[in-house]
């Protein structure tokens, strides 16, 4: 796969966006359960994971499987694998939260699936305009 200027656009367009609404989500959440403090630690966390699954998404969404479901299960096992890879390897510099890797699960997960689905019906109206 060849790097060009779009691929490059779609994923910083990708990344910011993703990283907005998961910072203002994040902020709601914790300031709606009283929690009035975020590390720029954990911010930065929030950025890493959500640049590797950027990245991911990036390079991958112009790949066509020919069985629809390695088109969302294969970019999310490199993404999970990759997360997976980040939070034990951001524990060597920092302790982790007990459950770091069920909570990296569950919220990267839920955040793929929004993302993919997001993607995915974008994609489909795209096919629709050139069609009609």
Do not use: Q, W
Not at 9 to 33: D, E, G, P, R, W
Not at 106 to 122: E, F, H, L, R
Request: net charge positive; hydrophobic share 55%; charged share 15%.
């Amino acid at each position: 796969m060849k790097i060009t200027c779009r691929l490059l656009k779609y994923i910083a367009i990708l990344f910011c966006s993703i990283f907005t609404v998961a910072t203002i989500a994040s902020c709601i959440i914790n300031l709606l359960m009283g929690n009035t403090n975020d590390t720029y630690f954990h911010i930065l966390d929030r950025a890493v994971i959500t640049l590797i699954g950027s990245i991911i998404i990036g390079i991958v969404a112009d790949v066509d499987f020919k069985n629809p479901i390695f088109n969302c299960l294969i970019p999310y096992l490199i993404f999970i694998i990759l997360a997976f890879l980040y939070v034990f390897i951001s524990g060597f510099f920092v302790e982790l939260h007990p459950n770091a890797y069920r909570d990296i699960f569950i919220n990267d997960t839920i955040a793929y699936i929004i993302v993919y689905v997001s993607i995915a019906i974008y994609k489909n109206r795209a096919k629709r305009k050139i069609n009609n």
